[in-house]
């Protein structure tokens, strides 16, 4: 297995009951700029936010090895594939956690990348030596439920934590021909990433000696739910936005959030650019995002240090919006149009659609010395 395209690895995970567990994990449903500025001891989050928040990774790998040496950071079984199921507000979804050749096509983006991001993943890999949260990926008609079921149907979960609603258990899967049978099915043809895709590109980068397969979530294109991301255009009032966007098309959309979205689910193209009080809406041609993205570029005060924020949530985007600052919401694309961005290479611009289920950080994570 060690030249495989697809491997079995030996799992890391943060200690502690499950009860500890809940809380130091966390699921990634918004931006890192709302994850909480005060975290407990222990929590993932403090392995994390000094490479994200502080440009500093080294203190990230001095985390790591603090935690390793205090037993806070312990393997799991392995090596294993490890079967991974996700429940929450009445959805299941069952995956399966390998690590797959970065260099062997397998793993296909389909959005780009902005490339400070994929900066700071590379610096945080690079200097901690891990990967810390999967990337996720499907391929349509392929059914990684069914392949998994079987090997774990009565077979007590290695790891359980339970959060409100939600679920996560994890199976290791260590037969030599199970694994050798499942790796040969999800190598047959290649996968669309569906999450991840900074991290795809930073892990792509790093230097010789490091980790040349990538930790990777493969779901059932059936178990994922696409999102929009939506932007918020920062020092840039909406007339200066509609001026330099679209000044002809654009026409009021009179009402609330309710009305807002349902606007945008009306067509594939759907944008609206909003104040907060006013909505103005536009069916624009495909991949809106990437006009958006230029003209707040180009309006953007030269002080401005981030131009565009990302926000998947509706609502939270139109809360940021004022007199100053434009929410510009977009519909969200299909899966279909996702692996056809994947397959052509004509991919969708940065951070073109959120994707959930997400894998709770801090419990599947894979390390190299």
């Known amino acids: 297995m060690d030249n495989a395209a697809i491997m079995p690895f030996e799992g890391w995970r943060l200690s502690g009951s499950a009860e500890e567990l809940a809380r130091r994990t966390y699921v990634a449903a918004s931006p890192w700029a709302h994850a909480p500025d005060d975290v407990p001891d222990g929590h993932v989050l403090r392995l994390l936010e000094p490479a ?8 990230s790998a001095r985390v790591v090895r603090a935690w390793s040496a205090s037993g806070r950071l312990v393997p799991l079984r392995g090596p294993a594939l490890w079967a991974y199921q996700i429940d929450e507000a009445g959805r299941t979804a069952l995956g399966l956690a390998a690590l797959i050749d970065l260099d062997s096509g397998l793993l296909r983006p389909h959005e780009e990348v902005i490339e400070r991001y994929v900066e700071v993943q590379s610096a945080l890999a690079a200097t901690t030596h891990g990967h810390w949260e999967p990337l996720t990926a499907f391929r349509p008609g392929l059914r990684v439920a069914t392949l998994v079921a079987p090997r774990i149907a009565g077979v007590e979960p290695d790891l359980v934590v339970r959060s409100g609603t939600r679920t996560d258990r994890l199976w290791a899967i260590t037969e030599p021909e199970v694994v050798d049978t499942i790796c040969a099915t999800l190598g047959r043809a290649p996968l669309t990433i569906a999450d991840g895709h900074h991290r795809y590109a930073a892990w792509r980068a790093l230097p010789a000696g490091a980790a040349r397969h990538a930790l990777t979530l493969v779901l059932d294109p059936d178990a994922i739910q696409v999102g929009a991301i939506h932007r918020v255009v920062n020092g840039t009032g909406l007339d200066d936005l509609v001026d330099e966007l679209a000044p002809d098309q654009l026409a009021p959309i009179a009402g609330t959030e309710p009305d807002v979205a349902a606007f945008l689910e009306s067509g594939a193209t759907h944008v609206v650019l909003s104040d907060g009080r006013r909505h103005l809406g536009a069916a624009l041609p495909p991949c809106a995002t990437r006009r958006i993205d230029a003209a707040a570029r180009t309006l953007a005060d030269p002080r401005s240090i981030e131009p565009v924020g990302f ?9 940021a919006a004022g007199s100053k600052s434009t929410a510009a919401l977009v519909g969200r694309p299909d899966l279909d149009s996702i692996d056809r961005a994947a397959s052509t290479g004509e991919v969708l611009a940065h951070k073109s659609s959120s994707f959930a289920p997400k894998p709770r950080v801090g419990l599947l994570m894979h390390r190299w010395d």
Not at 311 to 319: S, V
Request: charged content about 40%; proline content about 12%; hydrophobic content about 40%.
């Open 311 to 319: 926000e998947p949530d509706l609502a939270r985007a139109l809360a």
């Open 52 to 59: 994200f928040r502080d440009d500093d990774p080294a203190t």
